[in-house]
Nanobody, 128 residues
Framework: VQLVESGGGLVQAGGSLALSCAASGPTPFSSYAMGWFRQAPGKEREFVAAISRSGGGTYYADPVKGRFTISRDTAKNTVYLQMNSLKPEDTAVYYC?????????????????????WGQGTQVTVSS
């Protein structure tokens, strides 16, 4: 699967951004568990949010819980990350990730090492 993120940009603290990740490839999008990760300058890449194949299960990192929402649209082969109440510490390159799951439709993957496919990333900058 190929993943292409979009929607990044510059926003003031307290503002909102919506990221999108479009998937393409021969395997149905519904076969993939999806996740969002981010990497700030000088830091390791960290988990942000994940969603199950069915979309019925989601999980968030504590720093973004209550502010970010992950969702997916199977008809559009796209996963989204709605980011509200943004803070300067949310500044990072945001990556979309996918991993094929042939069994459970409800399993959520939270670890970077669990994902096989990655997008190129989109920059999010939050000014204070």
């Amino acid at each position: 699967v190929q993943l292409v993120e979009s929607g990044g940009g510059l926003v003031q603290a307290g503002g909102s951004l919506a990221l999108s990740c479009a998937a393409s490839g021969p395997t149905p999008f519904s076969s993939y568990a999806m996740g969002w990760f981010r990497q700030a300058p000088g830091k390791e890449r960290e988990f942000v949010a994940a969603i199950s194949r069915s979309g019925g299960g989601t999980y968030y990192a504590d720093p973004v819980k209550g502010r970010f929402t992950i969702s997916r649209d199977t008809a559009k082969n796209t996963v989204y990350l709605q980011m509200n109440s943004l803070k300067p510490e949310d500044t990072a390159v945001y990556y979309c990730a996918a991993d094929l799951i042939t069994t459970s439709i409800s399993y959520i993957k939270r670890q970077e090492a669990e994902y096989e496919y990655w997008g190129q990333g989109t920059q999010v900058t939050v000014s204070s």
